[in-house]
């Protein structure tokens, strides 16, 4: 199984500064096939469905504000967010669709 | 659009089962991989379990021996059963779709709403 684990636990970032979340996979993403890496990030707000944000490690979900920035391939990734609003505050997975499907714990943002 | 809903008992006694169905809206079930996955109370997203066909199904290991998907697709519908529940099963649980057709390797989109099930007595 595909353990994937995410960076920090949580952070407190001042509005309009950036936000950095990262995500490690206990081994590669990169199907040589097609050389795309299968991850997807995903925001989620108190007692609301996880929403995605980012699928192929890098490509944004239709409607997502180009603020949100996904990359990384192999076994690293990150998703940063360039300019933090308040509409951002939110916990954040990083899932792998590789293999049989596995969640990052979490990372909760928080406005400083 | 294809919308999913959850329903079932919000309360299961501990060692009994639990049973809820998702009801599929909106489009066909056919050609996706359909899964639950749920979330317990101030934690982390984990995978259930999936199926593609009444033949095609994959459970989270940890789980394997409690869990079983039924689907019903005259009704648009599937369900889980999770059997022996403890205080630890407690949690919302969502049911999802794979967003590519005929395939594992994609991302969960859409979701439902969730609906939390307390194991307690």
């Known amino acids: 199984d595909i353990v994937m684990t995410q960076s920090p636990d949580s952070l407190a970032v001042s509005l309009g500064e950036r936000a950095t979340i990262n995500c490690k996979s206990s081994?590669?993403?990169?199907?040589?096939?097609?050389?795309?890496?299968?991850l997807a990030w995903y925001q989620q707000k108190p007692g609301q469905t996880p929403k995605l944000v980012m699928y192929?490690?890098?490509t944004r979900e239709s409607g997502v504000p180009d603020r949100f920035i996904g990359s990384g391939s192999g076994t690293d990734f990150t998703l940063t967010i360039s300019s933090l609003q308040p509409e951002d505050v939110a916990v954040y997975y990083c899932?792998?669709?590789?293999?049989?499907?596995?969640f990052g714990q979490g990372t909760k943002v928080e406005i400083k | 659009q294809v919308q999913l809903q959850e329903s079932g008992p919000g309360l299961v006694k501990p060692s009994e089962t639990l049973s809820l169905t998702c009801t599929v809206s909106?489009?066909?079930?056919?050609?996706?991989?359909w899964s639950w996955i749920r979330q317990p109370p101030g934690k982390g997203l984990e995978w259930v379990g999936y199926?593609?066909?009444?033949?095609?199904?994959n459970f989270n290991p940890s789980l394997k021996s409690r869990v079983a998907i039924s689907v019903d697709t005259s009704k648009k519908q599937f369900s889980l059963k999770l059997t022996s529940v403890t205080p630890a099963d407690t949690a919302v649980y969502f049911c999802?779709?794979?967003?590519?057709?005929?395939?594992?390797?994609?991302?969960?989109?859409?979701w439902g709403q969730g609906t939390l099930v307390t194991v307690s007595s």
């Open positions: 999802a779709r794979v967003a590519l057709p005929g395939t594992t390797g994609g991302w969960f989109d859409p």
């Open positions: 909106g489009g066909s079930m056919d050609f996706y991989y």
């Open positions: 199926f593609y066909s009444s033949e095609k199904f």
């Open positions: 081994q590669s993403l990169l199907y040589n096939y097609d050389n795309k890496d299968y």
């Open positions: 192929w490690a890098s």
């Open positions: 899932q792998q669709y590789y293999s049989t499907p596995s």
